[in-house]
């Protein structure tokens, strides 16, 4: 590494992982939910790029903005961000993504569900705030949204706090904070999946499949049809 790159990368501390799980969804099959690892990141790129084509649900905009972050990560031009990946198979259906602020507070990026209508994104951001109240021990997490779903799925599902004083990195309206006392609350009902996971599934997980991405674009757009009726 050159002296010039030690002084633009930021510092950074080993964040503890992140115990792999999985979650039976509603069409029967086995998501595992893994943390990724930094030099994975390629893979999930693509997936994540073809979704910026996705004018509908702010698909576009959350796309957007988590390849911008993925790539970040990749670069060393971020500070202690995490991705966590979900897959079926070993084929990718959504990822999440965020950071550790400080010790106390955990600050949550964003929630993209590649498969539709199963709850894979609710999932995600459910294993998303295990992991900064669980494992990095954190007080509360900032949150925004930019869709309604994203706002029903979140500030409502478990009922967030307002933090108006707080401004949130990806800007926008006023930060939300899940606490510690609204994660548990809520835990029982929302935050599900089994540990450990069966050597068979977790032997699929290892290795990342992306979709293609003309049928990656056709499923979830074909799910936010169905959707809006």
């Given amino acids: 590494m050159s002296q010039l790159e030690e002084i633009l990368r930021p510092p950074e501390k080993d964040l503890p992982p992140y115990p792999a799980k999985y979650i039976v969804l509603a069409s029967g099959e086995r998501m595992v939910i893994r943390q990724a690892r930094r030099e994975e990141v390629p893979i999930l790129l693509p ?35 995490y991705c966590l990946v ?22 949550s990026y964003h929630t993209i569900a590649m498969r539709r209508g199963l709850r894979v994104g609710a999932h995600l951001f459910a294993a998303k705030m295990e992991y900064h109240i669980e494992y990095l021990n954190q007080q509360e997490v900032y949150i925004v949204a930019e869709s309604p779903i994203g706002f029903r799925r979140w500030m409502i599902e478990y009922g967030l706090e307002k933090r108006p004083q707080v401004h949130h990195e990806l800007g926008g309206v006023m930060s939300w904070a899940l606490t510690r006392d609204l994660y548990f609350e809520a835990k029982d009902r929302l935050v599900v999946g089994e540990r450990p996971v069966p050597d068979d599934l977790m032997e699929k997980a290892k290795v990342i499949t992306p979709v293609e991405e003309d049928v990656l674009i056709k499923q979830v757009t074909a799910r936010i049809r169905q959707a809006e009726g």
């Fill in 47 to 81: 997936d994540v790029a073809a979704l910026t084509t996705v004018d509908r649900d702010y698909y576009d905009i959350v796309a957007a903005r988590t390849y911008a972050e993925l790539l970040g990560w990749l670069r060393h031009r971020v500070r202690d961000e």
């Fill in 86 to 107: 979900g897959l079926v198979d070993g084929v990718l259906v959504g990822l999440v993504n965020g950071r550790s602020l400080s010790p106390r507070i955990g600050v």
